[in-house]
């Protein structure tokens, strides 16, 4: 808490890796209770508490689909689906380092107008040129409180 950090920030918005979880089944397009109990395994306590943990952090929002008894439906927030945009780069990564448990990828991601594989990557803004994580220099930005300046200054050089 009080923690002056963008990472820290977006972890504590989307809680745990349950809460991750769901944010990938959001994407995938599933949006009610039950095909989340489904998807994750995870038990009813504690789907329940995530749900409302990522609507307090206004990351989805719930829609009423039944009124006897009551039941509703969850989607993506403008906010959710900017965090979403880190599922296909979680799984790529995923992916390349093999730790899925499949001996091919589960799942792949493509441009929904044409079907072709999309992927992602880093460009530098000004000259449009493709950077690998090594080519990233972290520096001072201008929300940097003193625990930021003093992460910076004790890095090791690379």
């Not at 395994?41 to 006897?68: C, F, M, P, W």
């Not at 989607?75 to 880190?86: D, E, N, P, R, S």
């Not at 107008?113 to 994580?133: I, P, R």
């Not at 220099?137 to 201008?142: N, Y």
């Amino acid at each position: 808490d009080g923690m002056i950090c963008s990472i820290a920030g977006v972890m504590a918005a989307i809680g745990d890796r349950w809460g991750l979880l769901i944010l990938r089944d959001l994407v995938l397009g599933l949006s009610r209770y039950e095909d989340f109990r489904q998807s994750t395994g995870v038990t009813h306590a504690t789907l329940s508490d995530r749900l409302k943990h990522l609507e307090a952090n206004d990351l989805i929002e719930r829609r009423r689909y039944q009124t006897n008894p009551e039941r509703f439906e969850y989607f993506l927030t403008k906010k959710g689906w900017q965090i979403a945009a880190v599922m296909p780069v979680l799984a790529q990564i995923g992916d390349r380092c093999d730790v899925s448990g499949a001996t091919a990828p589960p799942m792949k991601f493509v441009n929904r107008k044409t079907g072709t594989d999309v992927g992602w990557g880093f460009f530098d803004k000004k000259t449009g040129e493709q950077l690998a994580a090594k080519d990233l220099a972290i520096k001072e930005g201008p929300g940097a409180d003193e625990l930021v300046r003093w992460r910076l200054s004790h890095r090791e050089p690379n």
